[in-house]
């Protein structure tokens, strides 16, 4: 429907109409095929299909991160009048012999099918939770919002985060212009804002996708550059709902689901131990110093991975080990892609530990002689695994919507 030849406005385009009237009609347990949007870590595109029909689990989607797409699938029998198989995503397509004399009733009954919500009650359920933003107007909206907000300066919802993975041992800091004098540790909203101020008549989205934000190296060389826009991350509320901006994509989060994810975030106990001030040149320095200055409390084991058979990968304990039983996971605040693999690293990193006694021993064999000093040989000891965010922020710590659902 969005091909360059046809002369539909986009604001008149119905987004998703395919694939909720799909979602109505499809047979459950008759899924060939789904596109699915992945939004752990980076956010990647894919599809998935089945040689034979099956349900909807054999396609393995994370109902917390996976945004559907399309779904291909055999049709209910209350709608075989539209043939055997359907596809929706913002088109729906369907094989039925049409004429003119019997288009209206394929149209009236598509019509039924996307006005139904019989999708809720079932295997599609969880689809409403997040959607990607894709009216023009809406997202016009948005920014609007968003623009007028940083230009008044009403950011307490609105941060700066770097939108992807980068080589912390590399990145010795970052800058918006090619001044040396420009370069700061970290990114942060202000000093952006100050600069916008002190460079820009005026502030527009069109100014935040021009100007780039460059990571350096010590020696002041850019590494990589991003448009500034992708380094928002923003939450906004209007009439038509809550939206997430994140890596320069808007979302639309279902009210009930974005409110159990913030209960279940705040039930996570906070650390109530003190961990020594961060003011070094990047996680390695730090992870260094702590253990070297503090040799009866920590152990070093930023690096050092382990590899078992079970595993396909090397995969790193932690980066501080704290005696006798805390696992400490050091990483400087960024975005959703960045909380996410850290959060994600404490999670392999202590599954393994639980159920592999291969990682117990290699992880005595890492510790060396501190191993002494740990509770690791106790199984029905609890262990501690702590993520320390380094923020150079003094509020509370407010994580990306995204990096929650982790």
């Known amino acids: 429907m969005e091909s360059d030849t046809h002369q539909i406005k986009p ?17 459950e347990n008759g899924i060939r ?32 991160k996976d945004l559907l797409k399309a779904v291909t699938g055999s049709l209910k029998k209350e709608y075989s009048d539209l ?43 969880w689809v409403d939770h997040i959607g990607e933003v894709k009216d023009s107007l809406l997202i016009e909206k948005l920014d609007e919002k968003l623009i007028d907000c940083l230009t008044k300066r009403l950011i307490d919802k609105i941060w700066l985060s770097v939108p992807e993975l980068v080589d912390w041992e590399r990145t010795f800091g970052f800058k ?20 916008l101020e002190r460079t820009e008549e005026s502030l527009s989205k069109e100014i935040l996708i021009k100007r780039k934000i460059h990571s350096v190296d010590e020696n002041y060389d850019i590494i990589k550059s991003w448009p500034s826009y992708r380094f928002l991350y923003a939450e906004s509320q209007i009439e038509e709902g809550r939206f997430i901006l994140n890596n320069g994509k808007w979302y639309e989060i279902n009210k009930s689901y974005a409110q159990s994810i913030d ?40 690096k050092k991975n382990i590899k078992i058979s079970t595993t396909a990968s090397p995969v790193e304990p932690c980066d501080l080990f704290k005696y006798p039983d805390q696992f400490i996971h050091v990483k400087r605040y960024g975005g959703s892609s960045v909380l996410s693999h850290l959060f994600n690293q404490g999670l392999v990193s202590g599954e393994l530990f639980k159920r592999e006694p291969d990682y117990r021993e290699e992880l005595k064999n890492k510790l060396g002689d501190a191993a002494e000093h740990t509770l690791i040989d106790n199984r029905n000891h609890k262990f501690s695994v702590v993520y320390a965010i380094v923020s150079e922020y003094d509020e509370d710590l407010s994580i990306p919507f995204f990096s929650g659902i982790m």
């Open 176 to 195: 918006y212009i090619g001044k040396r004098d420009d370069t700061h540790h970290d990114v942060r909203l202000s000093h952006f804002l100050d600069f």
């Open 263 to 302: 209960d279940y975030y705040d039930t996570i106990p906070r650390y109530k131990g003190a961990l020594p001030e961060y003011d070094d040149k990047s996680e390695t320095a730090y992870n260094e110093r702590v253990a070297q200055e503090n040799s009866n409390s920590y152990a070093l084991l930023d």
């Open 83 to 125: 043939g055997t198989r359907i596809t929706g995503r913002d088109q729906v397509q369907f094989a039925a012999h049409a004429t003119p004399g019997n288009i209206n009733g394929f149209l009236k009954l598509l019509l039924k099918a996307y006005r139904s919500e019989e999708y809720k009650n079932g295997a599609f359920a």
């Open 33 to 64: 095929c789904v596109d699915k949007s992945s939004l752990e870590s980076q956010p990647k595109e894919s599809r998935e299909q089945s040689g034979v029909i099956t349900d909807l689990q054999f396609f393995g989607i994370d109902v917390e």
């Open 11 to 27: 604001e008149n385009i119905e987004r998703r109409f395919g694939l909720i009237t799909s979602l109505n009609c499809v047979d």
